[in-house]
């Protein structure tokens, strides 16, 4: 029953982290990457967007 | 900490150097106008900056407005200009601007290893004397030179020489000096000089004149009368003066400086690569080699051993759950969602790397350009602007950062234009799908890869026309295209930009399919009831069945490909995952046809691309209602295309 309960858990555990790792990574990638963050804020633009001092 | 910035014209190895001497690997392409956006590093200390390629700067382009711009309002400490050695001339028009800005100058001529090749000696000695700026010979490619730069550029730092300004015909600089002498130049801003002011008085400069206050009426008249007397004496607008005046100063000095031996020309493969009617057959043949052995031959090794592999990982994980007695729920997601979607798109790994790894070769050798130079007539009676070639061959890769460099296109009408047919360019994400498709639908049949660019440039033509049919304004701008040598590509910039496209794939693997991956499993698992369930029941079935008579036409009315394009648009290589987890990649025979394989791959290459890539066409095109019109257009346009080509094929089979 211990064993069950734990390998559920483990799997629980390496989903939820896989899920985890690759929203993190994307919502990094689309801060550096892409215009998908840029906006009127302040500061807000892509590095792209930064250099070229033309973000729309 | 001091500013170095690397400037020169187009593809004279700004971002070579900017590479050897950060440590970084910012992209290197063998051919002009690959550097956009200003890129920043660190060298001994100091910060560095490539500035994008140029050849004056005159504030036309949007590159020259950058790089003027940053010089005269960011004072770099020291300006390297990166000189083609092989260029002297060309190169020493921009030279000539650089000196008028009074800032410290360094000239580094690059490519001294062609200089033999080409039968060109160079006086280094006699070009520092008549520049009054220090000269360095480098290599940047074979990395010789670098330790002779790296000490100059402390020395220019430490003792911050002003090199010396062209001087032009007495009756020119007589109107610059008394230019000078007026008290109205005083209130230039910060950091400009007399002489350069005096220079953009002359020319009528809009861009410096909007920066200066208005002049006082005798002033403002005096130099009207100077630029009447000037268009007298020399027959042209007073621009056109100024750039001549430039130019001869360039043709005094590189005649001075270097020695030239005539060479003898032999075959030039140019004569083919370049030739009207010769040139795109031998494109379409080598991107065909490129395929077969991509695809063809190391896909056809690769593929099925990684199939096989990821199977056996999702059936061992599937024992051991079941051992260990975890959820079916969990498992599943683990194995049947999770394994079996993220490991259909690494099955395609080993061929990508090869293909990126090819292209990469074309490029750095100096064919694309070719490519570039073809295209660049057609474009033009496209409506499109020479500079669309960029995106194009840029979107050969991935869309989103080819949207992206169509910022460079002056003309409102020809940006939005190139940034609605860029995604009809092939992009790496496509080519897992095409590659399953051919892999199991036409063994063998390896002219139909190459067919696949073939239809997204009529794609981006039949647009063109119809666009400039459509268009009562009709635009025209001239664009310089330099085409680059042929050189062997360097195994360093090969490698980087093979290996970047190849990670960026692995990346996404890991990411977005990973996530839609899992919502594929738990929705083709699962009723709205939430009930585990058969696949045909599932919430996906459902909302598959509700899109796919749109495709019954094309071939794939089948909910399970309808889902696919829907995940699709999260990202093209979802396709194949979604495949994957809702029939199975073995399977497709049992749903496909041939004539549906094509169609479906027709409309996946030519419909709307990824979120990222339609994000990026909205910022480009900045306005909603124009984004809707193109993603209809591309959208509406692949399904006639997909149409077309299932008549096609089930008309002659």
């Known amino acids: 029953m211990l064993i069950t309960i734990l390998a559920n858990i483990t799997v629980a555990t390496i989903i939820l982290t896989l899920l985890a790792f690759a929203i993190s990574v994307m919502i990094k990638q689309g801060k550096e990457e892409s215009c998908a963050s840029c906006s009127t804020k302040k500061r807000s633009a892509c590095k792209g967007c930064q250099f070229a001092d033309k973000c729309h | 900490m001091q500013t170095l910035a690397l400037i020169g014209n187009p593809n004279c190895g700004k971002t070579t150097l900017f590479n050897l001497l950060t440590g970084t690997s910012a992209y290197v392409g063998n051919w002009p106008g690959v550097t956009v956006e200003k890129k920043e590093g660190m060298t001994n200390g100091h910060r560095i ?45 921009l030279t000539n601007q650089l000196a008028e800005l009074g800032r410290p100058l360094l000239l580094v001529l690059n490519m001294e290893d062609l200089l033999e090749k080409e039968g060109i000696t160079i006086d280094a000695k006699r070009l520092s004397q008549m520049t009054g700026a220090p000269v360095v010979q480098i290599s940047a490619s074979k990395g010789t030179g670098i330790e002779a730069l790296q000490a100059q550029i402390e020395k220019s730092l430490s003792e911050k020489k002003l090199p010396l300004c062209p001087l032009f ?14 008290d109205y130049l005083h209130q230039i801003p910060k950091g400009r000089q007399m002489r350069w002011a005096a220079i953009k008085l002359i020319e009528a400069d809009e861009l410096f004149l909007s920066s200066m206050p208005a002049p006082p009426p005798a002033f403002k008249t005096y130099i009207e009368k100077a630029r009447k007397e000037l268009e007298a004496h020399f027959e042209d607008d007073p621009e056109a003066i100024i750039i001549d005046q430039r130019y001869k100063v360039a043709e005094h000095i590189a005649k001075d400086c270097q020695i030239k031996k005539k060479t003898k020309k032999g075959f030039e493969f140019d004569s083919i690569a370049t030739h009207r009617f010769a040139a795109i057959p031998l494109f379409l ?29 999702g059936e061992q994980v599937h024992l051991i759950a079941d051992r260990f007695g975890v959820f079916p729920l969990l498992s599943g997601i683990l194995a049947d969602g999770i394994i079996a979607g993220v490991g259909a798109v690494l099955t395609f790994v080993p061929q990508l790397f090869v293909l990126f790894l090819l292209l990469s070769i074309l490029e750095d050798c100096g064919y694309m350009a070719r490519i570039a130079f073809i295209m660049d007539r057609m474009m033009r009676t496209l409506g499109l602007s020479g500079k669309s070639i960029i995106p194009l061959v840029i979107g050969t890769g991935c869309t989103v950062p080819a949207i992206m460099s169509s910022r460079t296109i002056e003309h409102q009408k020809q940006r939005e234009l190139t940034v609605i047919v860029t995604p009809f360019i092939p992009c790496g994400a496509k080519m897992p799908v095409f590659a399953l498709m051919l892999t199991y639908f036409f063994p063998g049949k390896w002219f139909i890869a190459p067919m696949i660019y073939l239809l997204g440039i009529v794609a981006v033509v039949v647009t063109g026309l119809l666009a400039r049919a459509l268009d009562r304004h009709k635009e025209t701008n001239a664009f310089i295209l330099e085409l680059p040598r042929y050189q062997l590509p360097s195994p360093r910039n090969t490698w980087l930009q093979t290996r970047e496209r190849t990670l960026g794939f692995i990346q996404k693997a890991g990411t977005i399919i990973l996530l839609s991956s899992v919502i594929i499993y738990l929705l083709s698992s699962y009723s709205f009831t939430l009930q585990a369930v058969d696949a045909e029941q599932s919430m996906l079935a459902m909302l598959g069945k509700l899109i796919a008579p749109i495709f019954a036409p094309l071939g794939f009315g089948f909910w399970q490909a309808s889902v696919a394009l829907l995940t699709g648009i999260a990202a093209k290589e979802s396709i194949v995952s979604t495949l994957s987890v809702t029939i199975g990649t073995a399977n497709l025979g049992a749903l496909f046809t041939s004539d549906s394989a094509l169609s479906y791959m027709t409309f996946i290459l030519l419909s709307s691309p990824c979120i990222a890539a339609i994000s990026a066409m909205f910022k480009e095109l900045g306005s909603k209602r124009k984004l809707l019109y193109a993603v209809l257009w591309q959208t509406g346009f692949a399904y006639l295309a997909a149409l077309l080509v299932r008549l096609i094929v089930l008309l002659t089979l």
Do not use: H
């Not at chain 2, 200009?81 to 020493?92: F, G, H, K, Y």
């Open chain 2, 169 to 182: 015909s007495n009756f020119v600089e007589r109107y610059i000096s008394e230019i000078i002498g007026d």
């Open chain 2, 285 to 313: 043949a080598i991107m065909a080699g490129v395929f077969y052995l991509s695809i063809g031959l190391v896909g056809g090794y690769t593929t099925p051993l990684l199939e096989e592999l990821f199977a056996f990982l």
């Open chain 2, 49 to 93: 900056l490539d500035l994008p390629g140029i050849y004056s700067l005159s504030p036309y382009s949007p590159e020259e407005k950058l790089s003027r711009r940053y010089i005269l309002d960011e004072q770099p400490d020291l300006i390297i200009d990166v000189i083609d050695a092989t260029n002297l001339e060309r190169s020493l028009y």
